[in-house]
């Protein structure tokens, strides 16, 4: 299995609701990623994840919570959102240490609506 | 701070043609490079990583090469078809601790 697959694909919320974004691969990455894309930009580093552990937080609002339950896991919880959280949210996977060995594995994203 | 620069035109090529993108950055060189594809509502594909201590990189139609004199990495499309026309992103390590970067990325339209 060589994808990182994520749900929903589509999610609209209300400002007040609570909602999770999933994310899993099986491809046996220690490092797990979320990253932010608004139309027309490039993708935005929001979390890394290294062996489980939360190593990177690039001072993201806490509406927004990772989650790495295991090492084939990784959730975004969300709470309260604005409507300019709206935007593509991508869940990526690799090897811990990419510079020797290749690249990030992204899934096809879930397209957050804040309405 | 670092700062990753892609021409943000779009490239209009004639099928057949060689693209050429360019990716240039601003501070200290990074450990790796790495270029990606997107298409529209999807997420980046890994294409190939190239390291600081490597000239030149191919991939069947493609070659990437990364000059840290000049602070830059070129791509190549060679051949190209219709089916090559994307959004070409660039990324860096920032430092470590898999701090992954994305420049803006530059799109390439293969004209029949």
């Known amino acids: 299995d060589t994808e990182v697959t994520q749900t929903p694909k589509h999610l609209v919320m209300g400002m007040t609701n609570k909602k999770s974004l999933k994310c899993e691969q099986h491809m046996g990455h220690r490092a797990m990623y979320w990253y932010k894309q608004k139309a027309k930009k490039p993708p935005e580093l929001m979390f890394v994840?290294?062996?489980?552990?939360?190593?990177i937080n690039e001072s993201v609002p806490s509406r927004f919570s990772p989650e790495c339950p295991n090492s084939s896991l990784l959730n975004l919880h969300l709470h309260a959102l604005q409507p300019e959280d709206s935007a593509l949210y991508l869940c990526?996977?690799?090897?811990?240490?990419?510079?020797?060995?290749?690249?990030?594995?992204f899934g096809s994203g879930t397209r957050l609506t804040v309405v | 701070s670092q700062k990753i620069e892609q021409n943000s035109e779009a490239l209009n090529i004639q099928e057949g043609k060689t693209a050429t993108l360019t990716c240039n950055y601003t501070n200290y060189s990074p450990a790796y490079l790495q270029w990606y594809r997107q298409d529209p509502g999807r997420g980046p594909v890994f294409l190939l990583l190239i390291r600081e201590n490597e000239k030149e990189k191919r991939k069947e139609r493609l070659k990437v090469t990364f000059d840290t004199t000049l602070k830059q990495s070129l791509f190549h499309i060679t051949a190209s078809q219709p089916a090559d026309s994307a959004t070409y992103l660039c990324?860096?390590?920032?430092?470590?601790?898999?701090?992954?970067?994305f420049g803006k990325g530059n799109q390439v339209v293969v004209i029949p």
């Open positions: 990526a996977s690799s090897q811990v240490l990419t510079g020797g060995v290749g690249g990030y594995t």
């Open positions: 994840y290294s062996y489980e552990k939360l190593s």
């Open positions: 990324a860096l390590d920032m430092g470590g601790n898999n701090r992954l970067a």
